[in-house]
């Protein structure tokens, strides 16, 4: 039985394994420049963020109507369930579908199909959070949020992923502050290629309350202090960070240092489907390669669940903390 654990920092569009994608690809009639799945894993080999980041739009051409991102979801939900995974926290990029005439509500009820039906399904609850892509303009964000509207009921939180460098957290602080308004809980990609200064911006600009990636925070010491005290999240997907050649090797992953700093670490796989690992892979990676041990794995599970939006449902936190306390290695 795997180790109990959260999933904060999951891409649902990064899930969708070359399988899949041909079988949307052919019922939806969408020409996909591969011939086979093996070309497009072929494929999957990326320089830099840019150049995982186009082959990652051209795919989602074949995600058309609500039953395709319901049975994207549902795919990665098993999958995940099988590594452990007891909540999910759900990124989607609602502008990639909308400018290819893909309407907000095939895409959130779609979504919505599977993850209603998740907990029975899955064993998994989840929470569904909208991302804006940052190298977009700061009025397609609102744009977008106010598409979104109708269907809040859903939606948990906002985000803001995509190409990082060039595009400073407070380009978006009108959109996070219409957020905020509207009740929605708040985090952000921030140093992860970009430096260190974005962190401090998306907190103090954008109130994000979690940090996607924050890697670069390391290089920081003030910042570090702060995020120790603040007991501010971190979402750190080690597998993405060598694929996107963030970290050289995992073996030069700051994992352990930024544990030993006191830093509230958890750890996700961002897009499993193009980085080489769901949840678990990511947890055995760094037991294998950073010689985590078995307490230490059982921290950031432990930290998944208390960086959780569930203060909505704390019954539900304490009965997966206990789980985590209660987990016994190696059974
Ligand atoms: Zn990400």
Redesign the pocket.
Known sequence: MPLPKAEL???IE?TLEPELAFELAARNGVPLPYATTDDLREAYRFQDLQSFLNLYYELMAVLRTERDFEELADAYLARAAAQGVRHAEI?FDPQAHLSRGVAMGTVVEGLWRALGRSEERHGVSTRLIL?FLRDESAESALHTLRAAEPYLDRITGV?L?SAEVGHPPAKFREVYEAAAALGLRRVA?AG?EGPPEYITEALDVLGIERI??GLRCVEDPALVERLVRDRVPL?L?PL?NVRLRTVDTLADHPLPAMLEAGLLCTV?S??PAYFGGYAGDNFDAVHEALGLGQERLRELARNSFLAAFLEDDEERRKRYLAEVEAYEFGA
């Open positions: 920092h999951l891409h990064g990124f991302c985000g992923d990609h992860e996607d990636h979402t997907c993405s996700n961002d897009d």
